[in-house]
């Protein structure tokens, strides 16, 4: 997705996901999910201790797998979400998966278009995941950075009177 540059307004904190590093520190006899769920554990520990932050995952819909993405429990006991909404047709959701490269060991290579195509538009089916307000943007085109930022900036006082 095309972004603007540089965008009008900074962010106040530096956006965090999970972090894949210990796919190269951990022995190759962990799996890639038991090494997943190391990561989310760290993710969210460090978001936790963040305070204010943006925190950037593709979440866990229970709906569909209790094991892919990253847990939301702990977001639902936050009453201060800004939930943005990245809102693309699943075919480009796929064209972008397919084209990116992550660690190896996410085994990405093993997974069919038609099979990555089911996937996204199951999660396009289920929207957003619903916490907090919602911020929807669509990324099937280019994204102006100033006004996604006034959009998030404009929720703020919304979650602020809660």
Same mark, same amino acid.
């Given at each position: 997705? @095309?972004?603007?540059?540089? $965008?009008?307004? &900074? ?5 965090? /996901? @999970?972090?894949? *590093?210990?796919?190269?520190? #951990? $022995? +190759?006899? =962990?799996?890639? %999910? ?25 979440? &866990?819909?229970? =709906?569909? %797998?209790?094991? %892919?993405?990253? @847990?939301?429990?702990?977001? =639902? ?5 800004? =939930? ?7 075919? !480009? ?15 990405? #290579? ?6 990555? +195509?089911?996937?996204?538009?199951? +999660?396009?089916?289920? /929207? ?8 929807? !943007?669509?990324? %099937? ?6 006004? +996604?930022? *006034?959009?998030? #900036?404009? #929720? !703020?006082?919304?979650?602020? *009177?809660?």
């Amino acid at each position: 997705m @095309p972004i603007d540059s540089p $965008p009008r307004h &900074r962010a106040r904190a530096a956006p965090f /996901g @999970p972090d894949a *590093a210990l796919f190269d520190s #951990e $022995p +190759l006899t =962990e799996t890639r %999910s038991v090494l997943s769920r190391r990561s989310d554990d760290q993710f969210i520990s460090d978001a936790l201790d963040a305070g204010d932050a943006v925190v950037v995952s593709f979440w &866990r819909r229970p =709906e569909l %797998s209790t094991t %892919s993405g990253t @847990p939301t429990a702990w977001l =639902e006991q936050s009453v201060d979400l800004i =939930e943005v909404f990245c809102d693309c047709p699943p075919s !480009v959701a796929v064209r972008r998966f397919e084209a990116r490269r992550r660690h190896v060991r996410h085994d990405d #290579e093993s997974r069919s278009t038609n099979d990555l +195509l089911d996937q996204f538009t199951a +999660l396009a089916a289920l /929207g957003p995941i619903g916490l907090g307000s919602l911020v929807r !943007v669509d990324t %099937s085109t280019h994204v102006d950075v100033d006004d +996604l930022t *006034a959009a998030i #900036e404009a #929720e !703020v006082p919304d979650i602020r *009177a809660r």
